[in-house]
């Protein structure tokens, strides 16, 4: 890595630090800090969710993917294009819940004790991933600046970055960051491509030495067929549901519109973005053969095109783009990560008198504190795709409850926690006898996952409905939440906000099952206008 490299680094690194806690200023409330207040633009949402969606670990896992076995690798990342419209009809149940945590709206809907078990996976959840993708950042800087530097030292750096402006300016600074690296990244996810192309010859020097399958959307020689890309696609639909980020990724615009904007054209962008990995991965596995190339581990594959393919000055720009990105991200899985302790175990069980400034204040620590585990996590990760997937998929077990309690009134907390318990040791028990390994992390296959997903959806179906219903009064006004608009400027009549019907604002999954009943199919169009649209 050139000294015009390294000075890149550094200076965008200072400047975007120095941005973070320059913006941090506005912070004076524990909801300012945990939600921004709710106070974003469509347009700050649309580059959080972009950007919190976009991790350093996603161009090396794909990257990686597709030099090994071709194009068709990319249904890792395109798996949730295929489920995008979907992003459009669940965000405004974030913001309707009034809630600062999803780990608060599993306990509206069963009760403290699932409440306690989701905080202690969504914790689980946000340090696990903030190690992936440290690992992730550590493996491209360490290919692309020649060793100089070792991942576990590229790891220490990040994390003392994004920790010292998300302790002090929370949501607030991870937005805006977000928004500010999010047109880098999309350049820089690109920038690869037409430079690897001249490089090798173009697509057709490429065709040259490539085998054919390499080329092909999907097929079975790159370990991705049709039934692998449908149980992609579950994990996505039913795991974004539970993600615990979703908070801060639906529910903090100034309108529920903007949380619908946000989530659903930020993840478009993504979906675009993984395009130019793929081909990244497709010009480095001809450009290794070119130059008689040996790469010890496929997730090298990034770093050695950065290193390669890249001007002085532009690695430094490429590698700034990647640290920054993860440190907004983790700055906003630390905020969240905070938040998730501080309202759902610190205040629930040990201080429910706490006044706003010492849960701020016990938000900003607690994170502190979660955000180091995570860093020793990130030394203990060897593949950096089946560490993603893994998080992903433990997600999905948990949006079993999540997404069925929404959408299914009759479901309880023992048909949960049955959903819960059975998915996981099924998930776990196949892949056991599958490998004869006891491993915590297994590599992901769509098998044992289905397998997984469908005991877990017939055990909260039918132990629900062998069991006693929640509390009446409870689950009614938890639905009316769900009814009413959560950005109306103006109460009704009875001192509420309006309901969500009047304006067309009506959830179409939320009446899903009572589409049979004809006062729901009354007026279809005018009820629904909004998620139609």
Known sequence: MSTLDTIVLFGYFILITAFGIWISRKIKSSDHYFRGERKFKWWIMVGQAFGVGTHAEMPVAQTGATFSNGFATIWYQWKNMLITPFYW????????????????????????GLGLVYTLFAISFFVSNMGVMLQGAAKVISVASEDLVSPNMVVFFMTIAFLLYSFIGGLIAAAYTDFVQSFLIIALSVMLVPVGLKEIAGFSGMRAVLPGHFFDIFNKASGIDAFTIVMLSLNGI??????PHMISMCATGETERAGRIGQTYGSLVKRLVTIGWALTGLVVAALVIKNKVTLADPEMAFGYACSVLLQPGLVGLMLAAIVATNMSTCSNFMVNTGALFTKNLYKRYFNPSADDNRVLWMGRYSGLALSILAVLFALSIKNVLHAFLFTETLAAFMGIIFLGGVVWRRANRYGAAAAVL????????????????VLLVYKWKP??????????????????????????????????????????????????????????????LLDLPDWRHKERRKGFFRRYREDLA
């Open 447 to 508: 098998g044992p996952f289905g397998l997984a997903m469908l005991a877990g959806f017939l055990s909260i179906w039918l132990v629900s409905l062998l069991t006693k219903p929640e509390d009446k009064e409870k689950m009614e006004a938890f639905f009316d939440n769900m009814r009413r608009k959560s950005d109306a400027a103006e109460l009704d009549e009875e001192g509420k906000k309006p309901l969500a019907a009047r304006s067309g604002d009506d959830l179409l």
């Open 89 to 112: 009809l669940i965000a405004p149940f974030y913001r309707r819940s009034e809630r600062t945590t999803v780990g608060e709206i599993i306990e509206d809907r069963y009760g403290s």
């Open 238 to 243: 039913v795991g974004i549901t539970a993600q």
């Open 422 to 437: 059975l998915s996981f040791s099924t998930y776990y028990l196949l892949n056991f006898l599958s490998t004869g390994d």
